[in-house]
Nanobody
Framework: QVQLVESGGGLVQAGDSLRLSCAAS????????MGWFRQAPGKEREFVAA????????YYADSVKGRFTISRDNAKDPVYLQMNNLKPEDTAVYYC?????????????????????WGRGTQVTVSS
């Protein structure tokens, strides 16, 4: 059974940093892709970043490129999302998600439906 638990959210000011963590128990899915998504009030859930099972490959949404960094050491370690220079528009509930498939090269942002397992989310609020 797969369980994903996010932590690290909070209330910060514009320009501050936060690091989100996703602790995962993955059962037999040792080769997988992990991702972070976010959902602001009244908006659809959107892709933020993805990482391969060993951390060797990453992909980012244009809106966070250069400010956010996704990382992990291997398939069984937590997945982190380091968020720097936060902006009020980054305010959202952030979700960790698991795609049971191995890494594939993205030509566009992954879809919510690409990820089969989800955490419950952690709130990030950035004040101006």
């Amino acid at each position: 059974q797969v369980q994903l638990v996010e932590s690290g959210g909070g209330l910060v000011q514009a320009g501050d940093s936060l690091r989100l963590s996703c602790a995962a128990s993955m059962g037999t899915f040792s080769v997988n892709t992990m991702g972070w998504f976010r959902q602001a009030p009244g908006k659809e859930r959107e892709f933020v970043a993805a990482i391969s099972w060993n951390g060797g490959r990453t992909y980012y949404a244009d809106s966070v490129k250069g400010r956010f960094t996704i990382s992990r050491d291997n398939a069984k370690d937590p997945v982190y999302l380091q968020m720097n220079n936060l902006k009020p528009e980054d305010t959202a509930v952030y979700y960790c998600a698991l795609d049971r498939r191995a890494w594939r090269e993205y030509s566009s942002n992954p879809e919510v439906t690409d990820f089969a397992y989800w955490g419950r989310g952690t709130q990030v609020t950035v004040s101006s």
